[in-house]
């Protein structure tokens, strides 16, 4: 097995529980404003099993390993279940939108930043250094892509949270292309537009790690 291989392979937990609290963030900010719908189906759970896509897991190896023989780079993105969320329970539609879609990318970029703190601040010896760099680098990666106006994704559940009624039911009518949208967003980071993304995850994680007291 190659190192690369090796080293995601002992991510892999650590990858799919960033994930689940991606997924969890939702849930747990819509039941906030008054959504219970995620814990009557059994989502707000710690287990991971239960918010796994076996699409979206496939994709997290998958674009790893397209990045490393493509770039040498140290990034990849994969989704979990979608939270599932009622907006009839909000009060304010908008609001309460905008901060459920909001909370799954937080989630990762906090999960990126507090695995930085500790590549800045502790002694990390060959394997644990590189596993810790690469969950950082899963999660920036999640956090972003899960930020792109793609029907599916965070983002355009952010880009309807700023629309009026009308407007944001057109808009959530192109979520049936949300798959394949995703996939196609998919191939072409890992292809053509790989080096677009390895820049701007560069730049981002250039910011994180200032951020965490490190040079």
Do not use: C, K
Not at 13 to 27: F, I, K, N, T, W
Not at 102 to 114: I, K, N, R, T
């Amino acid at each position: 097995m190659s190192s690369s291989g090796e080293i995601f392979l002992l991510s892999a937990p650590l990858l799919l529980v960033s994930l689940m609290l991606h997924e969890l963030a939702h849930g747990f900010v819509a039941q906030l404003f008054g959504d219970p719908t995620g814990r009557m189906l059994g989502r707000l759970s710690f287990n991971p099993v239960r918010h796994l896509d076996p699409l979206g897991t496939l994709a997290l190896p998958v674009t790893y390993a397209l990045s490393v023989s493509a770039l040498g780079a140290n990034f990849g993105f994969g989704w979990a279940r979608p939270m599932p969320v009622v907006e009839e329970y909000f009060r304010s539609r908008r609001r309460a939108m905008a901060f459920v879609a909001v909370a799954g990318p937080a989630a990762s970029l906090l999960v990126a930043y507090l695995f930085e703190l500790a590549l800045v601040h502790v002694t990390l010896h060959d394997r644990v250094l590189r596993v810790v760099a690469l969950v950082v680098g899963m999660n920036l990666s999640i956090a972003l892509f899960n930020l792109l106006p793609i029907p599916g994704l965070d983002g355009s559940r952010l880009v309807g949270a700023l629309l009026d009624d009308r407007r944001a039911a057109a808009w959530a009518g192109f979520d049936r292309y949300g798959m394949l949208a995703v996939l196609g967003l998919v191939l072409f980071a890992s292809g053509p537009g790989a080096a677009s993304v390895s820049s701007a995850l560069i730049d981002v994680a250039t910011a994180l790690r200032s951020l965490a007291g490190g040079s």
